[in-house]
């Protein structure tokens, strides 16, 4: 069996002890062996990003370019074979990996330019013979921490920008998901990164997480992962004085008015709450249908969910893979059944047996549900999505609004007005109209409002907000 090392100061460093990652298609079948983090693993690889951060934070741009555009090239060239990694480790289909393999490499791409496009602003002063001069500086030392649903997407787009800005990096991957993370961090070390400059610490959140948010060689922290440990590490931050970023739960709506195109909706819906198991914070799990529509709906995303093929990730013909772990499928299978007692009507959702011992569920629909009841206010995290009745398109956007969480929102409308002023009155950081909720751009901000994010945006442009902080110079340039 291979095992693969944590990445420390610029050395392979084994773990006193490892993980196995295990393929949920096929719970025989053990990728590899994956070196733990201890405490004293973790305070080495902060040191040392510490150590590293003075020449990287004065690197050219050109340097900093050079490295993350080399990764991108390599992370495109190899993305079949990446995929293919992803998918076993993780469980999304082949194509969504290898779709995911993609969007990493470009994100990388994307970075690389954006180190050569940060610039400044000079400004005149109020006060004669003054001159303001407002710049951008890396900020340190940035903790990451990944979860196990996006394996390579969402390290690339924390470990890019924070590169491409001049900072280093500790980085912690999901349990679940070490293998991709391991490649992504060995693709950066081949493409030229200086030693110190990005720390793979594989491990616990207890004893890793904790070190980083414990620690002052720690400059911010950017988290993506559940609402309770983003609160956990928030209250941490704020204590020891950390710039942090959460990007946290949905609970997101999607809204089918009457005047829709009811293939497109069907589409936007199965794609929206089923696609990658349902496993994505932006997955649309409360679909918010009016009442002239409704039966035609339900009946129709009955259809296809009975036409869905469900399997191993790696079969060719598979749409929709295995839930991550044992402990995703409980809790999967814990909130279809409350969805039961609280009165709904659950089409699918048992277990299924394939040819491989695996974590296989049937995506369920869960019909005559109302806004209040837990299956629509707690994010589940798998493929279960519930369907509330409503009488018009102002109940639908009340509903639609009436939830903890904020990050993305859809409606299927042929309406110009409709969709007009659901884009201006939704409450959520991205609004999709005749598209899933799901499957974002990587070059526009990310991000989402209430209890879904805190801070700033990540991805695009916007990125800059989090992994730079600001000065402003006032320069007196004396009599000329
Ligand atoms: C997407 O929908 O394409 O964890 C991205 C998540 C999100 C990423 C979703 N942070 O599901």
Redesign the pocket.
Known sequence: MKTFANYIDGQWIEGKTTAPNVNPSNLDDVIGQFAEADADDAQRAIAAARKAFGPWSVSTPQQRFDVLDQAGTTILARKAELGRLLAREEGKTLPEAIGEVARAGQIFKFFAGEALRLGGEILPSVRPGLTVEVTREPLGVIGLIT?W??PI??PAWKIAPALAYGNCVVFKPAELVPGSAWELVNILVESGLPQGVLNLVMGRGAVVGEAMVASPDVDAISF?GSVATGSAIAARCVASGKKFQL?MGGKNPMVVLDDADLDVAVEACINGAFYSTG?????SSRLIVTEGIHDRFVEAMCNRLAALRIGDALSADTQIGPVVDARQLEQDERYIAIAREEGGTVIGGERLERATPGFFLAPALVTGTTADMRINREEVFGPVASVIRVKDYDEALAVANDTPFGLSAGICTTSLKYATHFRRHVQAGMVMVNTAT???DYHVP?GGRKGSSYGPREQGSYAREFYTTVKTAYIHAGQV
Not at 279 to 283: L, P, Y
Request: proline share 6%; charged share 10%; glycine share 6%.
């Open positions: 979860p649903n996006f997407a969402i993506t990007e496993q994505r914070c932006t997955a799901a499957g974002v990310f």
